[in-house]
């Protein structure tokens, strides 16, 4: 079963925008984890933020979660051509168990 | 380093023909091993992942089964490939739960 569901499905912005992407979950969690997918490649870690936290940054990516929500956002500030690629959520459970579960992502196309 | 083999890139299979994915890690001990199914333009599927040699779990039942004969091999298989058994395979891993999971590339499975 799917825990998190992104939103948008897909975003197209212009170089230079920012983008931004949310996923909502279902149970409660350990962590949230952010991940970049290229057409036909495996998946790239960005981030983890920890339940007990409520922003982090990395560079250019920004991450809140919001636990009371149950929803978490992504913000790429000043995309690039090079973002374009398909970003998905994922959940650890609070229980322990080892599971990883996945959202169905948001498509990310930035245009030069 | 710690890296990820994953084989073969592409497979194409016949109705009824068996399965075997191979993946192994390298550089590490003991990791939690998993494998995801992900349907075109759609999320990532957990099927199965192990916490260790012998313990597998399973997410969804269906024709596969998982195995894990040493620390850090992780095979996927089917006695019978069904037209629904189609899209694209992913084998990761992580130290352990609540961390962050690397990928391989996958294979992309076409049974026809």
């Known amino acids: 079963s799917q825990q998190g569901e992104e939103d948008p499905q897909a975003l197209s912005i212009q170089e230079g925008e920012n983008a931004t992407m949310n996923c909502s979950y279902k149970?409660?969690?350990?962590?949230l984890q952010w991940y970049r997918q290229n057409s036909g490649r495996g998946l790239v870690h960005l981030i983890l933020?920890?339940?007990?936290?409520r922003e982090k940054h990395s560079g250019r990516l920004r991450v809140t979660l919001d636990t009371s929500k149950k929803s978490s956002s992504l913000l790429i500030t000043a995309s690039r051509a090079a973002d374009t690629a398909s970003y998905f959520c994922?959940?650890?459970?609070?229980?322990?168990?080892?599971?990883?579960?996945f959202g169905k992502g948001t498509m990310l196309l930035v245009s030069p | 380093s710690q890296t990820i083999h994953q084989w073969p890139a592409t497979l194409v299979q016949p109705v009824g023909s068996p399965l075997s994915l191979e993946c192994t890690v390298e550089?590490?001990?003991?990791?939690?091993l998993y494998w995801y199914r992900q349907a075109a333009g759609r999320g990532l599927q957990l099927l199965f992942y192990?916490?260790?040699?012998?313990?597998i779990s399973s997410e969804v039942p269906q024709n596969l089964s998982a195995s894990r004969p040493q620390d850090r091999q992780f095979i996927l298989s089917s006695k019978k490939l069904l037209l629904s058994d189609s899209g694209f395979y992913l084998c990761?891993?992580?130290?352990?739960?609540?961390?962050?999971?690397?990928f391989g590339q996958g294979t992309r499975l076409t049974v026809v």
């Open positions: 192990s916490v260790g040699i012998g313990q």
């Open positions: 933020i920890r339940s007990n936290e």
């Open positions: 994922a959940t650890d459970p609070w229980t322990g168990y080892s599971t990883l579960t």
């Open positions: 990761a891993w992580r130290p352990m739960a609540n961390t962050e999971a690397f």
């Open positions: 149970t409660s969690i350990n962590n």
């Open positions: 550089g590490t001990s003991n990791p939690n």
